[in-house]
């Protein structure tokens, strides 16, 4: 047949929706693998996009104005405030950690204290349960301000509204449980239930002294119509006209930051995740890609021996493909547009703004993308096999299999899909270094568990003989040509090391909660003592747990703004040390190197010194903002700038939870600077009653003084990580679904030739026990194998997270390695057998007639 009766893409078309018209049998591990990959990257993105989106239209609501602005341990000044109060309607608050004490004294809890004034809230609502309005919520009546509490704080000092509460030197009223406070978002995460008073009341109890850590916070409404460029100048004139006020500047289009970035930061994370998983079903789609076009062999041999150009064959099988490549992302698609929605049910009590769904075009095209590209690149190969394979070998041989490597031109596009594959993830992530690793590290794995299979394959060849003969026939079904291997320990190798890095992460930081942070942290931390008052403070302590190791700091918050002499917002920081320059840093003075530190780089100053300013610096920070010695860092501390030069480094022990600095300051650099005073109380014996009768000993003596129990720090830390872990797990199933529909494709498509295989062995007077124990070895020995590289290669990544970003002590536990065998043992030898005992009842006339 000549060239011509094969006119081009349209008869390709023709034929391609012909031969499927018998369904798609064998394509639903397939369709499976995309759906999965494209629901994961484009639900995870759409929701993403869905709380961004309720963040900047909510954003007024969020932060409670158009424009915020901070201040730490000190107030606007009065030109500060007619500058901000000229601007709109202004509502003014002050924001606080104290101690709430029952009126008898027998009990007390953390609270984070948030006072407002009669403007409060500008924008949203603040709800309440019974419904007051502002006076009759927080004005002072019959001796006792009002106060606004969640119904948290009543459930965990056992009272109820009407209940009387002491706060400071001033007694308070619960008037109100706090069903909504609107602005709660733009605060940032608190570790104690909310404790809503007006200004007045706060002022009353005595807690703001000179250097206690409260926030003020002005917010104001701007005119109806203000652009976000009257905005932005409105703020370029205030760090004209102020350059040393040092506070921090909002606007309703960044109204909760912090929220913004662990969104994407998560998002990015289960983007990869998602990702994963797609490029494992990759390896799903070639097996099916190759099963499929073994069984057209006849097709295909008809069609050449007809006359059909080569590139017809490719295009008949590439469109049929890519059909079904679109079905599958379309079935991903519907799941991902579902998925905004579900947020937004599921979010509704924790995340207000996870918005009320809707679909976000830009994910779902996105996570299409990916999806073709990844079909695209893995089906390639068994594609360009199918092309230049000749007639007369498709009628002879078994399969595609012993054609070995397609043509160079194939393995070039191959390549370059997979780069182009690498290239959106990392042009797509929020935080391109790590997605680059991600990439390098996946397409390693790839590699590794290439040379992996290729090595078991080794070993079972050169194995020597062995008189079972079960045993024989799974050494050999692991060597043999078009045995499963590969495909094997390559789709379970990366979903299990995935879990075992987790699991490993997600233990290792369990035990330093759980055990060793408690074993070497203090007992308490006792914030906001007056300089007037630590000495007394301290004999307190003493008095109250004789055996107890008190450590005190003076203690000042301040943000850096410049280093060497450079405004730090014009300065291109890692991600790794942004934390650094993101808000306001404890800052501390010392004569001494600190306890818990070593001195990495130069010198500690002389006791005596009065030069110039000096400040030590964190090595680990300091490295990852690129300091040196005798750089500059400018902070501003109570509205004044303070540069001073680096003169040391010092290696801090952060995760023991004792005082520890980022920045230490020579004495004389704050000189006569109104400061409060930090302490801590390590007590390692000290039964929780003993704890309890400190507390309430502390809070008697000393109302303004802030007192933070660690083990109910770490629980609140441990619940977080909990629920992280929960979600980071979930996610990771993702991936390993995949791996487990590749697996069960990789068996099947192996089906064929098992059933040849069956059918002569027992001809030849196998027995099915021996096949079954035959069988049962074979995957035993491929699963042992995965589950070995999955340790080692999980064992490395969980390590390196734990040891080197985290700085955590890393240790291997054993039952995550007991865990990982057993899965893979289950997952293969199951899935294994279970497609076996299909193909041992197969008979054999049918296969022997076509030997």
């Not at 041999?301 to 590439?318: D, E, H, I, M, R």
């Not at 879990?499 to 060793?516: E, F, M």
């Given at each position: 047949?000549?060239?011509?009766?094969?006119?081009?893409?349209?008869?390709?078309?023709?034929?391609?929706?012909?031969?499927?018209?018998?369904?798609?049998?064998?394509?639903?591990?397939?369709?499976?693998?995309?759906?999965?990959?494209?629901?994961?990257?484009?639900?995870?993105?759409?929701?993403?996009?869905?709380?961004?989106?309720?963040?900047?239209?909510?954003?007024?609501?969020?932060?409670?104005?158009?424009?915020?602005?901070?201040?730490?341990?000190?107030?606007?000044?009065?030109?500060?405030?007619?500058?901000?109060?000229?601007?709109?309607?202004?509502?003014?608050?002050?924001?606080?950690?104290?101690?709430?004490?029952?009126?008898?004294?027998?009990?007390?809890?953390?609270?984070?204290?948030?006072?407002?004034?009669?403007?409060?809230?500008?924008?949203?609502?603040?709800?309440?349960?019974?419904?007051?309005?502002?006076?009759?919520?927080?004005?002072?009546?019959?001796?006792?301000?009002?106060?606004?509490?969640?119904?948290?704080?009543?459930?965990?000092?056992?009272?109820?509204?009407?209940?009387?509460?002491?706060?400071?030197?001033?007694?308070?009223?619960?008037?109100?449980?706090?069903?909504?406070?609107?602005?709660?978002?733009?605060?940032?995460?608190?570790?104690?239930?909310?404790?809503?008073?007006?200004?007045?009341?706060?002022?009353?109890?005595?807690?703001?002294?000179?250097?206690?850590?409260?926030?003020?916070?002005?917010?104001?409404?701007?005119?109806?119509g203000t652009s976000d460029a009257g905005i932005r100048a409105i703020q370029t004139e205030a760090e004209q006209k102020f350059p040393e006020a040092g506070w921090s500047i909002r606007t309703r289009s960044n109204a909760a930051p912090a929220l913004s970035a662990n969104i994407e930061r998560f998002s990015q994370f289960l983007t990869l995740v998602g990702l994963t998983a797609l490029i494992v079903g990759g390896v799903g789609v070639a097996n099916a890609v190759r099963a499929y076009l073994d069984g057209k062999r006849?097709?295909?041999?008809?069609?050449?021996?007809?006359?059909?150009?080569?590139?017809?064959?490719?295009?008949?099988?590439?469109?049929?493909?890519?059909?079904?490549?679109?079905?599958?992302?379309?079935?991903?698609?519907?799941?991902?547009?579902?998925?905004?929605?579900?947020?937004?049910?599921?979010?509704?009590?924790?995340?207000?703004?996870?918005?009320?769904?809707?679909?976000?075009?830009?994910?779902?095209?996105?996570?299409?993308?990916?999806?073709?590209?990844?079909?695209?690149?893995?089906?390639?190969?068994?594609?360009?096999?199918?092309?230049?394979?000749?007639?007369?070998?498709?009628?002879?041989?078994?399969?595609?299999?012993?054609?070995?490597?397609?043509?160079?031109?194939?393995?070039?596009?191959?390549?370059?899909?997979?780069?182009?594959?690498?290239?959106?993830?990392?042009?797509f992530a929020y935080d391109r270094m790590i997605a680059t690793i991600f990439i390098v590290s996946t397409v390693f794995a790839f590699l590794i568990l290439q040379a992996v299979a290729r090595g078991v394959q080794w070993l079972a060849r050169r194995?020597?003989?062995?008189?079972?003969?079960?045993?024989?026939?799974?050494?050999?079904?692991?060597?043999?040509?078009?045995?499963?291997?590969?495909?094997?320990?390559?789709?379970?190798?990366?979903?299990?090391?995935?879990?075992?890095?987790?699991?490993?992460?997600?233990?290792?930081?369990?035990?330093?909660?759980?055990?060793?942070?408690?074993?070497?942290a203090p007992n308490f931390f006792f914030v906001d003592i007056q300089s007037t008052e630590v000495d007394h403070f301290k004999q307190l302590l003493q008095q109250a747990a004789p055996d107890g190791k008190i450590v005190s700091a003076p203690m000042l918050r301040g943000r850096i703004v410049a280093l060497n002499g450079i405004d730090v917002s014009k300065l291109t920081i890692p991600p790794q040390g942004a934390w650094v320059l993101r808000g306001d840093r404890g800052i501390t003075y010392a004569k001494n190197i600190p306890e818990n530190s070593t001195l990495t780089q130069g010198q500690w100053w002389p006791q005596d010194y009065s030069g110039e300013p000096l400040v030590s610096f964190s090595a680990q920070e300091a490295g990852e903002l690129g300091l040196k010695l005798g750089d500059t860092v400018t902070v501003n501390v109570l509205g004044r700038n303070v540069t001073a030069k680096i003169a040391n480094f010092r290696q801090v022990q952060w995760e023991s939870l004792a005082i520890n600095f980022v920045m230490v300051f020579s004495p004389n650099t704050f000189a006569g600077a109104p400061h409060a005073w930090l302490a801590t109380l390590t007590e390692p014996d000290a039964t929780p009653a003993r704890e309890a009768e400190v507390l309430k000993k502390v809070t008697q003596a000393f109302p303004a003084v802030t007192s933070v129990r660690v083990k109910d720090a770490i629980d609140v830390a441990n619940n977080l990580v909990s629920q992280l872990a929960t979600a980071i797990r979930a996610a990771a199933a993702v991936a390993l679904a995949a791996s487990i529909l590749v697996l069960g494709g990789a068996l099947a498509a192996g089906n064929r030739a098992r059933i040849h295989d069956a059918v002569v062995l027992k001809t030849l007077g196998a027995t099915r026990r021996t096949l079954i124990k035959a069988f049962s070895l074979e995957y035993l020995m491929l699963g042992l194998a995965t589950a070995v590289f999955a340790l080692l290669a999980g064992g490395i990544a969980g390590w390196y997270v734990v040891a080197r970003v985290m700085r955590l002590q890393a240790q291997f536990l054993p039952d995550v390695a007991l865990s990982t065998v057993v899965i893979a043992l289950v997952l293969t030898v199951g899935f294994g057998l279970a497609g076996t005992w299909r193909v041992l009842g197969h008979k054999a006339a049918p296969v022997l007639r076509n030997l």
């Open positions: 047949m000549s060239g011509r009766a094969f006119p081009g893409l349209a008869l390709a078309l023709r034929f391609a929706l012909r031969e499927m018209r018998g369904g798609l049998s064998g394509f639903y591990i397939f369709l499976a693998c995309i759906a999965l990959g494209v629901a994961a990257i484009g639900g995870v993105n759409s929701v993403a996009q869905s709380v961004g989106e309720g963040i900047a239209t909510q954003g007024q609501s969020i932060l409670g104005g158009d424009m915020r602005f901070e201040l730490n341990q000190r107030e606007a000044s009065p030109e500060e405030h007619a500058f901000l109060a000229a601007q709109g309607r202004l509502a003014t608050s002050a924001s606080m950690r104290s101690m709430v004490r029952l009126s008898d004294g027998s009990d007390q809890a953390l609270v984070e204290v948030k006072a407002v004034d009669d403007a409060y809230p500008l924008f949203g609502n603040l709800e309440t349960a019974p419904a007051m309005p502002h006076d009759a919520l927080f004005e002072e009546k019959d001796g006792a301000y009002g106060a606004a509490v969640p119904q948290l704080l009543l459930d965990r000092l056992d009272l109820k509204l009407g209940d009387r509460v002491a706060l400071g030197q001033t007694t308070f009223e619960l008037r109100s449980v706090i069903v909504n406070e609107p602005d709660m978002l733009s605060g940032g995460f608190g570790f104690a239930p909310r404790f809503m008073v007006s200004l007045d009341g706060l002022r009353a109890s005595g807690l703001i002294q000179p250097g206690s850590l409260v926030e003020h916070v002005y917010k104001f409404a701007l005119p109806a006849g097709v295909i041999a008809t069609f050449k021996s007809l006359g059909a150009p080569a590139n017809f064959v490719l295009q008949v099988y590439l469109l049929q493909i890519v059909i079904i490549a679109l079905i599958g992302i379309a079935i991903g698609l519907v799941l991902a547009a579902a998925a905004p929605y579900a947020a937004a049910a599921a979010l509704a009590s924790f995340l207000p703004i996870a918005g009320a769904g809707g679909v976000y075009p830009g994910a779902l095209t996105m996570a299409t993308i990916f999806g073709l590209v990844t079909t695209l690149a893995f089906a390639i190969l068994p594609l360009g096999r199918a092309r230049d394979i000749p007639a007369t070998a498709l009628f002879r041989e078994q399969g595609f299999d012993q054609r070995g490597w397609p043509r160079a031109v194939y393995i070039a596009i191959a390549g370059g899909l997979i780069l182009l594959l690498a290239g959106l993830a990392i042009h194995s020597p003989r062995v008189r079972s003969t079960a045993l024989r026939l799974a050494i050999g079904n692991i060597h043999r040509p078009g045995a499963l291997t590969p495909s094997v320990i390559l789709s379970l190798g990366l979903g299990l090391t995935l879990l075992v890095a987790l699991a490993l992460i997600d233990g290792n930081l369990r035990r330093q909660i759980a055990q060793s942070i408690p074993e070497r």
